[in-house]
């Protein structure tokens, strides 16, 4: 079976300070792995994908996520919180080829980020 | 259209009522999702459609939900019976055919049954 484990539920850092939200993933099939943010009172943004190109990928807002396939991994990174960062964010799997197209949704980190 | 369009963007109903959610996708976008969010959780899966055909279903509560796509292009969701655990946001997707395509969310549907 396909899953995603967001590893943190809360996260809290200082603006400036790094940022790392976890995220594991489970799957029988090649996956394509996003982050996807959610501000308060918004819809859901994608911040970046992995579909097996670069094991780097590069997203918005300074964001990135590195895909291990040895340790299952998709871990979100930004060197340098800001502010405006505060909110939701969702590891999402993707699973083509079985018999599931759909997105499984990990159950959140929320980020705080203080002055 | 630009977006993926919901409506209505809020609902109070009482118990017992049937409601109809309609999401409106992307032009061409072949997949549909829908999502249902409670508050302070992940979306939680119901259904998608690939064109008119329901792909899988599986995430649907109970038999008080269905979903169509007839056209392969707009969807409504229907809950028939409503119920007060039935509260929550209720968010479509759709994207491109193929692997690792992005979906585009809508901003929901606030469902309230009171």
């Known amino acids: 079976a396909q899953s995603v484990t967001q590893l943190d539920s809360h996260v809290s850092v200082s603006e400036g300070t790094p940022v790392l939200l976890r995220c594991n993933y489970s799957?029988?099939?090649?996956?394509?792995l996003f982050w996807y943010v959610q501000h308060p009172n918004k819809g859901l943004q994608l911040l970046l994908k992995?579909?097996?190109?670069?094991?780097l990928v590069k997203g918005i807002n300074g964001f990135e996520a590195e895909f291990k396939k040895s340790e299952t991994s998709f871990h979100l990174t930004k060197p340098s919180a800001h502010m405006s960062d505060a909110a939701e964010y969702f590891c999402?799997?993707?699973?083509?080829?079985?018999?599931?197209?759909?997105?499984?949704f990990g159950k959140g980190t929320k980020l705080s980020v203080k002055p | 259209g630009a977006g993926v369009s919901q409506s209505p963007r809020y609902k109070v109903t009482k118990r017992g009522q049937d409601v109809a959610l309609r999401c409106d996708p992307i032009?061409?976008?072949?997949?549909l999702y829908w999502y249902r969010q409670a508050l302070g959780q992940g979306p939680e899966f119901l259904t998608y459609?690939?064109?008119?055909?329901?792909?899988?279903k599986s995430g649907l509560p109970n038999d008080r939900f269905s979903a169509e796509r007839p056209e392969g292009s707009i969807s409504t969701l229907t809950i028939q019976r409503t119920e007060q655990r039935d509260s929550a946001m209720y968010r479509c997707?759709?994207?491109?055919?193929?692997?690792?395509?992005?979906?585009?969310f809508g901003q929901g549907t606030r469902l309230t049954v009171v």
């Open positions: 997707a759709s994207s491109l055919a193929g692997q690792g395509r992005e979906a585009f």
């Open positions: 799957s029988s099939y090649s996956p394509s």
């Open positions: 992995y579909t097996s190109a670069a094991t």
């Open positions: 999402v799997v993707s699973i083509y080829g079985g018999s599931q197209g759909n997105l499984i």
């Open positions: 032009s061409g976008h072949v997949s």
């Open positions: 459609f690939n064109y008119e055909a329901q792909q899988d």
